[in-house]
């Protein structure tokens, strides 16, 4: 019985083929759906067995397909985290650099520095803030990162 009604199997196997999905794991997958439809099959009943077993064929081709999109969920999921992890790491020694070359700059070369870059203030209200025009505020950021990119290369 079972052999005979293969190539039903790899008929439903084909409609749920995918190119990320191999097709002798579905051909797999929908046997066992077939034994099992097998199993609880009766003759008296008049049934057609093909009949009868197509919606557990499905079932089971269904669960397979949905399984291996879970596995693949968690394992894309998994990457994720790890990469999440290792780009937090990153940013861990990222902040400690700056945190170092900040440093080396003066007070009032930090408060300017820190008003650009971190609170994304433009230089001509930073003028306005420090009392230094936009051409000096200009100069000081340009004088304050060279000392922070040699800071950071001699690290």
Not at 19 to 30: F, K, T, W
Not at 44 to 67: C, K, M, N, Q, S
Not at 86 to 115: F, H
Not at 134 to 147: E, G, I, T, W, Y
Request: charged share 30%; proline share 3%; no cysteine.
């Amino acid at each position: 019985m079972i052999e005979q009604n293969l190539p039903l199997v790899h008929s439903l196997a084909r409609r749920f083929s995918r190119p990320s999905e191999p097709r002798d794991d579905l051909v797999q997958a929908g046997a066992i759906g077939l034994i099992k439809a097998v199993d609880g099959f009766r003759d008296d009943r008049g049934r057609d067995l093909g009949a009868y077993a197509v919606p557990t064929i499905v079932g089971e081709l269904r669960r397979h397909v949905r399984e291996r999109a879970s596995a693949s969920y968690v394992a894309l999921e998994e990457e994720m985290l790890a990469a999440d992890a290792r780009s937090q790491a990153e940013m861990s020694e990222t902040r400690e650099l700056v945190r170092a070359a900040l440093d080396v700059l003066g007070p009032r070369e930090r408060r300017i520095v820190v008003l650009r870059y971190y609170r994304d203030w433009s230089q001509q209200r930073i003028a306005a803030e420090v009392g230094l025009s936009q051409v000096q505020v200009s100069r000081v950021l340009s004088a304050s990162l060279a000392k922070m990119r040699h800071r950071l290369e001699a690290a």
